[in-house]
């Protein structure tokens, strides 16, 4: 909560707000005062003995301090509105630069879709809830001037109001606990319908082939029944609060006023106190009222917030270390990998040095893309891997980042013109951006998809390779990381990107990740990657 808090009241004008939204609530509650003694005397002076001296100026002047007040808890709603918004978007974006920075791993076993679902979702309720929180401010405000006006024509009437609340209390309290756990039940059930939703429209190719609509269509079905499930009790449960909530407004200033008038050898039962007394003892109930409904809110609130500390949980990349400036050797010492289930994967000993260019040649799942993800910090391992003669795990990820470039074996375009998705968001002349499309052979894409908004579905698999080789190539990097992004491409263009590559980069260090054998009289070294996988100890 410490970190949350903190997003959400970060900066001056938050905090302006917060002071001017109090002042407001402040002001608004003396106007209350004031606008009903007025009222008060229209209708004892005036309305009901029907002495109309002087009356339209007092009416005048009444409705005007009513408006008045009006106005200043409009803006007090605008004030409201804006903090409220202002923590929905800061939470977010908070929490998606944290994601951000936290280790690959974390994103391992968490489907995408859920992640987005779950800090949305929590985003917004968390807003709501500070929002809520803020509330009590105007909520203090309303049983504490409400209660004079109360108090003020009536002792007795007020501690009649007072005594009504156990009432309210003893009928709705159940409500919060039952709307926290169904909350709970909705968060994890928004994710999951985001993760089998996106599952389902990433495969569509594959259901329409396989005819499988039907168990596609099956899971989100399950999800939305037990989401309507949900979301039905939670509105019901809703709308009981808020029904009682009515119902002892509705009732209790009759009990009320009948009692004082009762009680009380004082109580002024003149047309006009009564009707003022009809007037301000339900606002009086509701601002005792919304205190237990903030209760009702924070419980219902509470799974949210818990999902953003799950958030905060989530262990962050090293962020010091020795700080690279330039590239001069890559060594691997007995370095290995231990995955899921105790398989190992043995990285072979090699060296690298600057302006090389380098071949790692073998099979499938023996190491050769792990040795990226190792230098690059997306991978766990064991053994010793030196940057420049230091051990890698004692230099900034920044600095590695800045000096390595890397393609994936799959790049996944963003819904953005082409040149965006090269650049992403470095800055290049428009003839340095022309030459990485050259190099990249990607001018075809250019001519008919310039301007183009792009996605995963626009461009082939091919095409996609080449756009991830020219996002790494706009970095500048001094070695270069190439991960089977050759391998969607007939072997002739394959030769002319790397001719060129290397040509245009004859001082930089080049590793490529390859099994096509045509590949390898391009590069001064091969280094060939064996199979040399096993089970942990006491693995299978």
Known sequence: MKTINRVVFQGTRTRVLIVLFIAVAIAAGFLLIFANDMLARVLNDHLMVQNFDGFALAMLLTAGLFTLRFALTMFGDYLFEDFSRGTITRLPYYYISRLLSAKHSYFASRPVAKLHADLWTASQASG?????????????????????????????????????????????????????????????????????????????????????????????????????????????????????????????????????????????????????????????????????????????????????????????????????????????????????????VHVPDFEVRAGEKVMFFGESGIGKSTVFNIIMGFQDYDGTLLVNGINLREISFA???????????????????????????????????????????????????????????????????RLGLAQMLACDPEIMLIDEAFSNMDEELESKIISDLFAQYPDRAVICVSHRISSKPFFGRVIEFTCRLKAAEGGD
Request: cysteine-free; aromatic content about 12%; glycine content about 8%.
């Open 128 to 344: 709501g809830f500070y929002g809520n929180l803020l509330r009590l401010v105007s909520r203090v405000a309303i049983f504490v001037f409400y209660g004079i006006v109360v108090f003020r024509f009536d002792v007795w009437a007020g501690v009649f109001s007072i005594l009504a609340l156990p009432v309210y209390f003893l009928l709705t309290l159940w409500t919060a606990k039952r709307i926290a756990a169904l909350q709970s039940a909705y968060v994890e059930k928004n994710g999951e319908l985001a993760t089998v939703t996106q599952e389902a429209f990433d495969n569509v190719r594959n259901v329409k082939a396989k005819a499988a609509h039907g168990f596609f269509l099956g899971r989100p079905a399950q999800v939305l029944r037990s989401i309507k499930n949900i979301t039905v009790k939670v509105g019901v449960i809703s709308l009981y609060t808020v029904n009682i909530t009515g119902l002892i407004r509705i009732v209790a200033p009759i009990f009320i006023i009948f009692g004082a008038i009762q009680v009380s050898a004082n109580f002024d039962a003149t047309a006009g106190n009564i009707m003022v007394l009809f007037i301000n003892i339900p606002l009086f109930l509701l601002g005792l009222a919304d205190f237990l409904n903030g209760y009702i809110y924070y419980k219902m609130s509470r799974p949210f917030l818990d999902k953003l500390d799950e958030f905060n949980a989530a262990e962050l990349e090293f962020e010091g270390g020795t700080e690279l400036e330039s590239f001069q050797s890559l060594q691997t010492q007995g370095v290995s990998v231990t995955f899921e289930g105790g398989r190992i």
């Open 399 to 465: 600095s590695i980042r800045r000096i390595f470039g890397i393609t994936f074996q799959h790049t996944n375009a963003i819904t953005l013109d082409l040149r965006d998705n090269i650049l992403l968001g470095t800055q290049k002349s428009d003839d340095e951006l022309m030459r990485l499309i050259k190099l990249t052979q990607l001018e075809a894409q250019k001519d008919t998809k310039d301007d183009a908004i792009l996605n995963n579905n626009v461009l082939s698999g091919g095409e996609k390779s």
